[in-house]
């Protein structure tokens, strides 16, 4: 768990302007996990009590829809935070599951615990803040991809921002976070490469 902790305080140090001098100080508010792949962290349905910092490996957050197919609406690698954000803070019934897309280690928070940390470590109020303002802003910015550009423009956008997921994600994950069929993005890639 060491490595786990000193991973986040490097980030926080990374994105805030304060550094933490010892990650003693925020360790008592974390759980170290490790699932396997296709294990779930969070079922939709059931209460979320936690939010995942992913340490190593990937995460989708989905939901599934009326007529039974799993709907993709986001992924978290290395270094990103995940849960049900509405849920969360009560402990209330999640709209979403997540699921580990391949095996993922992940430093897990409470809400209660959150609290506490950030009473014991004020600063990471502003670390908190800034993770929250930089997500909100790139869904912000899918939202509008998802209106403004064509498939085609949506899928070659999603590779040139993000090519390493094309690596470490499934096609068929891939195609339901961009709206696809798992056809559809096999001939699109087959017309990309011709």
Known sequence: ??????????????????????????????????????????????????????VKGCVQLCYLKENGTEQTIDFAI????????????????????????????????TAD???RLLKQVPEMDGYFHIIFQRSYAATQMRIRYLYEFSKEELYLN?????????????????????GFTPEYLSELRKKLLS
């Open 1 to 54: 768990m060491i490595n786990a902790i000193q991973q986040l305080q490097a980030h926080v140090e990374k994105i805030c302007s304060f550094r933490i001098d010892n990650a003693s100080l925020i360790e008592p508010f974390f759980e170290h996990r490790v699932y396997k792949k296709k294990e779930l962290l969070l079922t939709e349905g059931h209460r979320c009590f936690e939010k995942f910092f992913i």
């Open 158 to 178: 999603f590779l040139q921002r993000f090519p390493f997921f094309t690596q470490r994600v499934p096609q068929y994950l891939l195609a339901s976070f961009l």
């Open 113 to 115: 615990h959150q609290q």
């Open 78 to 109: 290395e270094n990103w935070w995940i849960s049900d954000f509405m849920a969360f803070p009560t402990g209330g019934i999640a709209q979403f599951s997540i699921r580990a897309v391949e095996t993922t280690e992940v430093l897990c928070i």
